[in-house]
């Protein structure tokens, strides 16, 4: 029993030093992270980044507040990751933090590939029994028009009305499509 007391003695005061640590070490992150946003803000605002994009491509962005609070971020996650390898924590929040990224990936690739791969198998069918092409004039579902261009992905169709629609290909092969003469 002796034993075990003296074992939480010694072990506890290095404990809260090593806490101790990662607090200071959290709160300096903090402090240069928050700096640091301000300063890459200031740097950015002072080279018009946005006026620079917004005159480029008409597109009104605030690139300089994403761009100082992705650094001010990066800066707290660095700082975060040293204040747990100080408590012996380091490589399993890594380890952790890595997994939930590859998820995220996986899901998001996964998740992408649900709408492209359908309309990417039907465009080859479209191209292989060349029931459609350019020029044809179709009616699907309430779409009637002119088609003017056919891809792997999609087939654009030109309305009465001068209308660009773009249809994917899955509902060309899942629909009824009714060819009009000319």
């Known amino acids: 029993m002796q034993k075990l007391l003296d074992t939480l003695n010694n ?12 607090v200071v070490i959290l709160l300096i992150g903090l402090i240069v992270g928050k700096i640091l946003g301000k300063i890459i803000h200031k740097v950015l605002h002072e080279i018009e980044l946005n ?6 491509t008409n597109i009104k962005v605030s690139l300089e507040e ?5 650094v001010s971020y990066f800066i707290y996650f660095i700082f975060i990751i040293i204040a747990l390898e100080r408590l012996g ?5 890594l380890n952790i933090v890595a997994g939930a990224v590859m998820l995220v990936i996986i899901l998001s690739v996964f998740l992408s590939l649900k ?4 309309n990417c198998i039907a ?20 779409i009637e ?3 003017t261009h056919v891809s792997l992905i999609e087939t654009r169709v030109e309305t009465k009305k001068k209308d660009i629609i773009s249809i994917p290909n899955s509902i060309l092969t899942k629909n009824e499509v009714v060819k009009l003469k000319k």
């Open 11 to 22: 072990f506890l005061p290095e404990f809260f030093m090593k806490f101790i640590v990662a």
């Open 51 to 56: 006026n620079i994009l917004k005159k480029a």
């Open 66 to 70: 994403i761009i100082s609070s992705f």
């Open 89 to 93: 924590l380091g490589t399993i929040v």
């Open 115 to 118: 709408d492209f791969a359908p």
């Open 123 to 142: 465009g080859i069918i479209i191209y292989r029994k060349g029931f459609i092409k350019e020029g044809d004039n179709i009616k699907v579902k309430e």
């Open 145 to 147: 028009g002119k088609i």
